[in-house]
């Protein structure tokens, strides 16, 4: 576990024993630990209040932020040292019950860890570690979780899983590339009829797993999987996954902002429009995606006119593109450049030598720009004679 981490599980584990709430560790950790894998992601349960217990928590440690406690009794708390920063979650002991396919739950408060362990997904997720109080070293594993990892099976925790949510489907895939796991046959058809019901849930929900997969890494093996259990085309059926992207994946496995990772799954896509109109995208998330596609329509050797035409896409859709087409060297050297040239003439000199304030200025620089960049002229005075001459041309007019 890194340092930052365990210095917050510390603090949390004093927090639990002052206020006399047990502190269980679900999920991940638990089955990480058994298997012997780093522990870098951390989610927490109690018995009681989520926002007092974090103010709390904040005050024996200042440097932690809390996030908002939404309606299911859950934050976020971050701290950052110079060794790095850490996240856990926080939520309240919950059951939860589906109204319908794909809405959100009805929650509960509960003190019954296994009535929580219940509501989650997949055995491998449903197994919970006592850390504070009687309880403290307490393992309990209701559906035979650990054996499942312990084999590398994926098993859902009951048939209606997918229908209540089918955002499980993509945190199966997550779960299942992270650690080797493979589902049983039983969890294999109800993954297949899963997909059925991806059409009932928000796109804002599915750009949400999305965003957690990035922050996550490791994503190639996710996204592959995705892609194998007809997910991503049940979210929308132009939804492919492009050999560039997995090459992209498999190479930088490391985590990313989410819009970075939205324009290597989507980039290539002549619907990525459509895609991200169904992904509920942000304004950002959409300009990164649609930048870097249009990095990756540039032809080679493209002019000074194409490229001022992406002259001021954002550093995440050129670090997309030239992942997505390393070979596209000589194009990101050559838009490299393009940024880096401007004229030696400021407008202020160009107006001195003559030219009326105007439109004429613009075009001046930007003429002298090209020039530079092709070479063309390459001194400040080359630059004034060339400004003369055009003062001269348009004078004889």
Not at 370 to 384: G, I
Request: aromatic share 6%; proline share 6%; net charge positive.
């Amino acid at each position: 576990m890194p340092p930052p981490l365990r210095r917050l599980l510390a603090t949390a584990e004093a927090t639990a024993t002052a206020r006399n709430v047990t502190l269980w560790a679900v999920g991940g950790a638990p089955r990480d630990l058994a298997l012997g894998e780093p522990i870098n992601d951390l989610d927490l349960v109690i018995d009681g209040d989520v926002g007092r217990f974090a103010r709390d928590l904040a005050t024996r440690l200042p440097e932690v932020s809390v996030g908002a406690v939404s309606t299911f009794g859950t934050a976020g708390l971050t701290l950052t040292t110079t060794e790095g920063s850490a996240r856990l979650d926080l939520a309240r002991l919950r059951s939860e019950t589906y109204t319908r396919a794909g809405a959100l739950p009805t929650v509960r408060w509960t003190r019954d860890i296994e009535r929580d362990l219940a509501r989650r997904d997949f055995t491998v997720n449903a197994i919970a570690l006592g850390l504070t109080g009687e309880h403290r070293g307490r393992v309990v594993d209701p559906f035979g979780g650990l054996a499942d990892a312990t084999a590398r099976r994926l098993c859902v925790l009951h048939p209606r899983s997918f229908e209540d949510d089918a955002t499980r489907l993509w945190r199966g895939a997550r779960v299942a590339a992270a650690r080797r796991l493979r589902p049983d046959a039983e969890t294999a058809r109800l993954i297949e009829d899963g997909t059925h019901w991806a059409s009932t849930v928000s796109g804002d929900r599915w750009f949400g797993e999305l965003d957690l997969t990035a922050r996550r890494g490791h994503t190639a093996g996710a996204v592959r999987l995705l892609d194998r259990w007809g997910v991503l085309r049940a979210i929308h059926p132009a939804w492919a996954v492009d050999p560039s992207t997995l090459r992209a994946l498999t190479r930088h496995p490391e985590p990313m902002p989410s819009p970075c990772f939205a324009a290597l799954l989507l980039a290539p896509l002549r619907e990525h429009p459509a895609i991200l109109t169904r992904l509920t995208a942000s304004g950002e998330e959409r300009e990164v995606v649609r930048d870097a596609a249009r990095l990756l329509a540039l032809p080679e050797s493209p002019s000074p006119d194409q490229l001022a035409t992406v002259e001021r896409t954002s550093e995440e859709a050129r670090l997309a593109a030239r992942w997505l087409a390393p070979h596209g060297t000589a194009n990101w050297r050559a838009l490299d450049r393009w940024t880096r040239t401007k004229p030696v003439l400021t407008a202020e000199e160009v107006i001195a030598l003559g030219v009326t304030r105007g439109p004429h200025v613009g075009q001046i620089l930007r003429e002298l720009r090209r020039a530079r960049y092709e070479r063309t002229l390459t001194s400040k005075s080359a630059e004034r004679a060339a400004v003369r001459h055009f003062v001269a041309h348009e004078g004889s007019r």
